[in-house]
């Protein structure tokens, strides 16, 4: 399956299973994967994303890997750092939901961007349930973490 088709089933999966509490969803595929993020026309530098990474940022992979979950790509590394602080403070509710895969801290590329996040190192993506198991995923990170991105400083 071409990647570009495989990520716009992982939409369909995304658009289908997203919980409407959680905000007016908006989705953009790309040919390396997808993009999900709330409320706003244009994405927001914090968003969510199934996307597929060169090994030559992922030395553990030997081809590439597939990264799944939450970024936050603003320009200012302290609007970052602050994202991911607030998500960190609530890791201990988000954590049983999601596992032990998910890492927080420094992004997987530019080195002022944060994620939380999980790799699938070397994925076959060529299975016959790979959108649906990429897509509900990513719905379970949106579900772990949105409410908590969202939430009023304490």
Known sequence: MAEWELFDQV???VRGTTPTELGDLHLRVHPRGVKAWFDTPEPGREHYEAQLINAD???QARTRALEIGFHAE???ETDND???TRLTAAEPRWRP???TAPVAG???GPATWRRVSETWLDPD???PDIAIEIGVRLVDYM???EPHRTAPAT
Do not use: S, T, Y
């Open 74 to 76: 603003h320009r200012a």
């Open 57 to 59: 940022l992922l030395p």
């Open 106 to 108: 420094p992004f997987i």
């Open 97 to 99: 939901q999601l596992g």
């Open 82 to 84: 602050a994202a991911l």
């Open 143 to 145: 579900r772990a973490l």
């Open 11 to 13: 939409g369909e999966v």
């Open 125 to 127: 993506l060529d299975g």
